[in-house]
């Protein structure tokens, strides 16, 4: 089995040139039809010699051009892959049965189960190996039928668009551990690292990508409104790379909100997480947050839950979130929402009393 670890340059080129071979394979779904590509071709600004130039590379803004209107011309989003057509707006549809999902984990395994009302001839599996706190979560592909070929074509793009999908619904990149491809490494293998930034094996049993299980707690952040923005233009969704990382924020959170009267170091945080200090608050920061931040969250949470679900004295409540005096508590209270922390309890709501 062949692997390729991408290089740092692969990983931070802003754009990647697409292999002529898949929109090679975009023809030949327009001439299965009997129909003629030339003029998906010209509006793509994609000359027809290119073809025969099996190096040859396209932007993705003319990949995006050419699959568009490739989708709308043969009335199928699968673009000749299944034996079927998938008619224009199945996918939308299939995402539009996750959105409501409270967190990542439920909206893949939505996922998988209902692409099998699209067609069976591939099926998305969805696994979990560990704790969800020191897990590997994994998708794979069944393949249960030839698909020829348009083989490499549709595994390269169902797994990134679906990798594409979860990241939009989370607002947050999913750095992939590993994806693996079930035939050699093509020609055009240098153009992958770009598409799945992580270790590659081809040459392996099935099609997928494996994951750190501690994204799937991560709730879904988008709604309809959203996603019918997404829909106008849901093919960048293939290519496009997130920068922000959610999982370290949420980490993060976890760690401090288990003890949230605890000091809790940059060096503590950052040993708990396998990093260095300089990573932590550089990460951190990339989020838009500080550590010092969320440190101030966890605290005020804590702080409120204990003023209204309590009868503590606010003496024990600024002991029990850190602070060494009732009067620092009440000062930094106050900062948090406005009020002091006696006044908080006794102007609550009675229903959150």
């Not at 740092?8 to 292999?19: D, F, K, M, Q």
């Not at 992580?198 to 959203?226: I, K, N």
């Not at 920061?285 to 605290?299: M, P």
Request: aromatic residues 8%; hydrophobic residues 45%; glycine residues 6%.
């Amino acid at each position: 089995m062949k692997i390729i670890t991408p290089s740092p340059a692969e990983l931070t080129l802003g754009r990647a040139a697409t292999p002529i071979a898949f929109i090679r394979a975009i023809v030949t779904a327009y001439r299965r039809r009997g129909m003629d590509p030339a003029s998906a071709l010209r509006q793509a600004q994609i000359p027809a010699g290119l073809l025969d130039d099996p190096d040859a590379r396209v932007t993705a803004a003319q990949m995006e051009t050419i699959s568009g209107i490739a989708m709308q011309a043969l009335d199928d989003e699968a673009l000749g892959w299944f034996s079927r057509r998938l008619p224009w707006g199945s996918y939308g549809m299939l995402c539009r049965a996750s959105l409501s999902s409270p967190t990542l984990e439920v909206a893949l395994k939505r996922w998988c189960r209902h692409h099998r009302l699209l067609t069976e001839d591939i099926v998305f599996e969805f696994s979990q190996t560990g704790s969800q706190q020191r897990g590997t979560a994994t998708v794979r592909v069944v393949e249960n039928v030839e698909l020829g070929e348009l083989r490499e074509f549709c595994l390269v793009t169902t797994l990134r668009y679906l990798l594409g999908y979860a990241s939009w619904l989370i607002d947050s990149r999913i750095a992939l551990t590993e994806t693996r491809f079930p035939f050699p490494a093509p020609r055009h293998a240098d153009a992958y690292p770009h598409l799945f930034p992580c270790q590659l094996h081809f040459d392996a049993d099935t099609a997928g990508f494996g994951f750190d299980a501690r994204y799937l707690s991560l709730p879904v952040r988008r709604d309809e409104r959203a996603l019918q923005a997404m829909l106008q233009r849901a093919l960048p969704l293939t290519v496009l790379q997130y920068r922000r990382d959610r999982l370290l924020v949420h980490s993060v959170a976890q760690i401090l909100n288990a003890a949230p009267g605890a000091a809790h170091t940059a060096e503590d945080v950052a040993a708990r997480l396998n990093l260095s200090v300089r990573t932590l608050h550089r990460q951190l920061k990339d989020e838009g947050v500080s550590l010092q931040r969320l440190k101030n969250e966890a605290r005020r949470e804590h702080a409120v839950r204990l003023l209204l679900q309590t009868k503590k004295p606010i003496k024990q409540i600024a002991a029990a979130v850190g602070f060494d005096s009732e009067k620092s508590f009440a000062r930094a209270f106050r900062t948090w929402t406005g009020a002091a922390p006696s006044a908080f309890r006794t102007e609550a709501p009675e229903g959150l009393a």
